[in-house]
């Protein structure tokens, strides 16, 4: 098991940039093979997959979001973050930043957190 924890402000006003940062525990981000993605689920709906950062730092974004998204890494620090822009309170969601352990499953969660677009 691989502790995840998401962190960044749980308000953001509209139009502006949000900025998420992940912080991983017991393994390199840069392990073979392990992939770290970033899933928000706003209120009342499903899951919906943001996008990847893998070991070797090759990104991918949901087609919808893509104009909007980037995901780097701070492999000194263990980190990955997520930049979404131009925010609206349809952004409005829980953000979770999950391990892919390389069998195409997601194996480790963070606990999640709200993150709310208001003015």
């Known amino acids: 098991q691989v502790p995840l924890q998401e962190s960044g402000p749980g308000l953001v006003k509209p139009s502006q940039s949000l900025s998420l940062t992940c912080t991983v525990s017991g393994a390199s981000i840069a392990t073979n093979y392990y992939s770290w993605h970033w899933i928000r689920q706003p209120p009342g709906k499903g899951l919906e997959w943001m996008g990847v950062i893998d070991y070797n730092g090759a990104t991918a974004y949901s087609p919808s979001l893509k104009s909007r998204t980037s995901i780097w890494r701070d492999t000194a620090r263990n980190q990955f973050t997520l930049q979404l822009s131009s925010v609206t309170p349809e952004d409005t969601a829980v953000y979770y930043c999950?391990?892919?352990?390389?069998?195409?499953?997601?194996?480790?969660w963070g606990q999640g957190t709200q993150v709310t677009v208001s003015s």
């Open positions: 999950v391990r892919e352990g390389g069998g195409g499953e997601y194996d480790d």
